[in-house]
């Protein structure tokens, strides 16, 4: 069974940062493009940044470019998400997803599967 597992989540100040990383078991990792999505509440789950499945190719949601990166590790079966300056309106539920294809896609119904979630909360 696949297992994805998120950690470094937490509280922050707001212009702090965190770094939150997924630990992949159970597949064939460099053949996954892997994603971050997050959750507020009352709102609907949105793509925040995706990685293919080389690490060649990046893609972010418009909020967040230039504050977070995200990378992985291949040979560790791990995807990280570096998050600088965040902000309030950047708390929420982080998720990663793994997805296996060769196109990344944006959209939660295009991925595989998902790990439990960690929380994010940026005070103002």
């Known amino acids: 069974q696949v297992q994805l597992v998120e950690s470094g989540g937490g509280l922050v100040q707001a212009g702090g940062s965190l770094r939150l990383s997924c630990a992949a078991s159970r597949l064939t990792f460099r053949s996954y493009a892997m994603g971050w999505f997050r959750q507020a509440p009352g709102k609907e789950r949105e793509f925040v940044a995706a990685i293919s499945s080389s690490g060649g190719k990046t893609y972010y949601i418009d909020s967040v470019k230039g504050r977070f990166t995200i990378s992985r590790d291949n040979p560790k079966n791990t995807v990280s998400l570096q998050m600088n300056s965040l902000k309030p309106e950047d708390t929420a539920v982080y998720y990663c997803?793994?997805?296996?294809?060769?196109?990344?896609?944006?959209?939660?119904?295009?991925?595989?599967?998902w790990g439990q979630g960690i929380q994010v909360t940026v005070s103002s």
């Open positions: 997803a793994a997805e296996r294809t060769v196109r990344v896609h944006t959209t939660p119904a295009a991925y595989d599967y």
